[in-house]
């Protein structure tokens, strides 16, 4: 039986490491992503891409608030999780602009 040992260098180049910087912002986070409209993301992923807390999301959660979530079983061990599609259209509807938009203006979201 041949094994091969790696090294923690090989490791760490093997396994790309996803980390936000912080001058990025959830809209360009959002935007940066390729993926397809019906994937389902995981909470913490959620919030990573909204650039907030995972515990933020569960807080939105229990007060009916932000993203709609899906809930993936029953009971206490249900897998909660979000539609890609359901979080863009979120934060590009209440992402607070820096300047506020004129009266009569209508946007996407209103």
Not at 28 to 52: F, H, M, N, Q
Not at 66 to 71: A, K, W
Request: net charge positive; proline share 6%; glycine share 4%.
């Amino acid at each position: 039986m041949l094994t091969t040992t790696t090294t923690r260098e090989e490791r760490s180049k093997a396994t790309p490491k996803v980390r936000r910087s912080k001058t990025t912002t959830p809209a360009e986070a959002l935007a940066d992503i390729s993926l397809k409209d019906d994937r389902l993301v995981p909470t913490a992923e959620a919030a990573l891409l909204l650039g907030v807390a995972a515990k933020t999301m569960r807080e939105w959660r229990s007060k009916r608030t932000g993203p709609t979530p899906l809930s993936l079983g029953t009971g206490k061990r249900a897998r909660v999780v979000y539609r890609f599609s359901v979080l863009e259209s979120w934060a590009r509807c209440n992402v607070q602009a820096w300047t506020p938009t004129p009266v009569g203006v209508k946007t996407k979201c209103s």
